[in-house]
């Protein structure tokens, strides 16, 4: 009778090749998120969230543009406006997203441009803009923005 008694390995690569589910993954430790309003923006109360989880499924601690340093950061245009937000890390990471909510309190007709841009090690490696129109009868608009699908529409 012969029992094999190993442990079983599993290799994965941070070398800026495409996985199997087709995102790409980025060899960079130091990533960040830069998200700015422009057009109507103010009139629609935004407010932002980042969030980000390590490789171990744990928050990572990110800096903001508000020099705060926190696993998880919200800001809200009421409490301080703002046009153009940062945060940004310095480890690999699972999940790095920010997540936008414009709301439409008053019922009002506008239009909003979101532009989104990644930073990987200080250079641009992506940039994506989303235009939002608000019309009579559009109470919100929610987005989240990844590094690597770009904006996604969870809420209109």
């Not at 800026?16 to 629609?44: H, L, M, P």
């Not at 744990?58 to 009421?78: A, R």
């Not at 480890?91 to 414009?102: E, R």
Request: with cysteine; hydrophobic share 30%; net charge negative.
């Amino acid at each position: 009778m012969l029992a094999l008694l190993t442990m079983p390995f599993a290799f994965s690569s941070c070398g800026g090749s495409d996985n199997d589910d087709g995102e790409t993954v980025v060899d960079s430790k130091n990533t960040k998120i830069e998200v700015t309003f422009s057009g109507d923006y103010a009139r629609f109360s935004p407010s932002i969230g980042f969030y980000a989880f390590g490789l171990n499924g744990k928050g990572l601690t990110m800096k903001t543009s508000d020099g705060e340093i926190d696993t998880n950061w919200n800001k809200l245009y009421d409490d301080a406006p703002y046009n153009s937000v940062t945060a940004e890390i310095n480890d690999y990471f699972s999940t790095f997203k920010a997540s936008i909510v414009l709301l439409n309190y008053e019922n009002q007709d506008g239009s909003v441009t979101v532009t989104g841009r990644i930073y990987h090690d200080g250079k641009l490696y992506r940039s994506d803009i989303q235009q939002i129109e608000f019309k009579e009868g559009v109470t919100s608009a929610v987005y989240t923005y990844d590094p690597n699908t770009g904006f996604t529409n969870t809420q209109y």
